[in-house]
């Protein structure tokens, strides 16, 4: 278990995390996803040591990281995929790791299989591509056989076999009941993923739910209707003030219905008599939930090239 409590932390006048609280719990993978530069990586390096909170505390297994004896062995973590001396062999830089924490040097050559490194193991690492480097960082994450694992960017550089790799991996360690705490950008991976998702954005928590929760929050998430009688039906849905859209390249029996459910929608169709060809739920994705959750808290937004001719969708509200 990792337990931030009111985590604070400042580089001169910039605050980079503030005043954060949450708790990540054994047998799920939870995801943490906040904007570029929301104070993710600050969290993570505070919860293992690398830096110093200038207020509050991060605690795994109820201790300080610095309190811990082996601290390999409670907790791994793939921070920074380029740490390790260039000249240094894969197979060394982990015996390395493993001599001065205590652990066996049998577990540096199950560890490099684990990652698919075992062929280059005796491989300098400073001839390693981005992916390898992933792959050596989460060896060193896995060589104490820690509770508690956090990977920052564990996708970052690797093709998509990697990628799967990486998200079956994740799952196997939550399922063997393990601490995972995975930040990613990646948010079509992270709803595979995660179980459980933290967003932060400008330092501070915005959502701690199940990843159902957060998705389920989207205004995105609708009801498609396909009906011959649309009119009839849309006016009652608009009296129970419920939205209905209809975008411009739809077929001309579609609806899209927001704020009601599949039942309610199918018993006053039923109500009023009106045929229903079609009754399916649209599902946000997670990436539309958190663009939603974080549109405020972006501190380097781009601008959208998407000209504005493109928006089709029109929508009728109540009033209309
Ligand atoms: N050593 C440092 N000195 C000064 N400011 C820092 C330092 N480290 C981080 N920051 C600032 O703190 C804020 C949080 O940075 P952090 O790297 O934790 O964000 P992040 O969520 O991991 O971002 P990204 O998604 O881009 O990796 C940023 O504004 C960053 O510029």
Known sequence: ??????????????????????????????????????????????????????????????????????????????????????????????????????????????????????????????????????????????????????FDEPVNGLDPDGVRWVRELMRKLAAEGRTVFVSSHLMSEMQETADHVIVIGRGKVIADAPIEEVIASSSLNAVRVRTPQPDVLRRELLQLGMTVERSAGDAPDELMVVGGTLEEIGDLAFQHRVPVHELSLRKASLEQAYMELTAASVEYGSPSLVPDTHVTRATDHQEA
Do not use: C, W
């Not at 985590?7 to 006048?13: A, F, I, P």
């Not at 990586?41 to 909170?53: A, N, W």
């Not at 197979?91 to 049998?106: E, F, K, Q, T």
């Open 1 to 150: 278990m990792i337990t931030v409590d009111r985590l604070t932390k400042k580089y001169g006048d910039k605050t980079a995390v503030s005043d954060l609280s949450f708790q990540i719990n054994p047998g799920k993978v939870t995801g943490f996803l906040g904007p570029n530069g929301a104070g993710k990586s600050t969290t993570m390096r505070m919860i293992v040591g690398l830096d110093e909170p200038t207020e509050g505390r991060a605690l795994v297994a109820g201790k300080r990281y610095a309190h811990l004896k082996h601290p390999l062995r409670e907790v791994g973590a793939l921070l920074d995929a380029r740490a390790g001396h260039p000249g240094r062999s894969a197979y060394h830089h982990l015996l390395g790791m493993a001599r001065s924490n205590g652990i066996p040097a049998s577990r540096v050559g199950e560890v490099l299989d684990t990652v698919g490194l075992g062929e280059v193991a005796k491989k300098r690492i400073g001839s390693f591509s981005l992916g390898m480097g992933q792959r050596l960082g989460i060896a060193g994450a896995l060589l104490g056989d820690p509770k508690v694992l956090l």
